[in-house]
């Protein structure tokens, strides 16, 4: 079992910068593969992107590449999102994801998820 809960979520200014974090508790962290997800109001859940068991490896939404970065400190059982750039439309409640796999992308193979961290970008 796997415990994930996210945090640094709020309220940012369009073209404003956030940093979410993800600490991860019950298992050696650096065995999942790690993702982020959002959902907006009204919207299906999407991903935001992931990054392997060691932080070689990333991958971003289209959406979001170029402005966010993911990256991971298996030291601390924590993953981040670094925000840049943040629009409106990037408002959603931000999850983040584990897997016991080396490499995932698709939310249906990912084992544990974390409560949810509302971001809201005001225009």
């Known amino acids: 079992q796997v415990q994930l809960v996210e945090s640094g979520g709020g309220l940012v200014q369009e073209g404003g910068s956030l940093r979410l974090s993800c600490a991860a508790s019950g298992r050696t962290f650096g065995g999942f593969s790690m993702g982020w997800f959002r959902q907006a109001p009204g919207k299906e859940r999407e991903s935001v992107g992931a990054?392997?068991?060691?932080?070689?490896?990333?991958y971003y939404a289209d959406s979001v590449k170029g402005r966010f970065t993911i990256s991971r400190d298996n030291a601390k059982n924590t993953v981040y999102l670094q925000m840049n750039r943040v629009k409106p439309e990037d408002t959603a409640v931000y999850f983040c994801?584990?897997?016991?796999?080396?490499?995932?992308?698709?939310?249906?193979?990912?084992?544990?998820w974390g409560q949810g961290t509302q971001v809201t970008v005001s225009s």
């Open positions: 994801a584990a897997a016991a796999r080396s490499w995932v992308t698709d939310a249906g193979m990912y084992d544990f």
């Open positions: 990054i392997s068991r060691s932080g070689v490896t990333t």
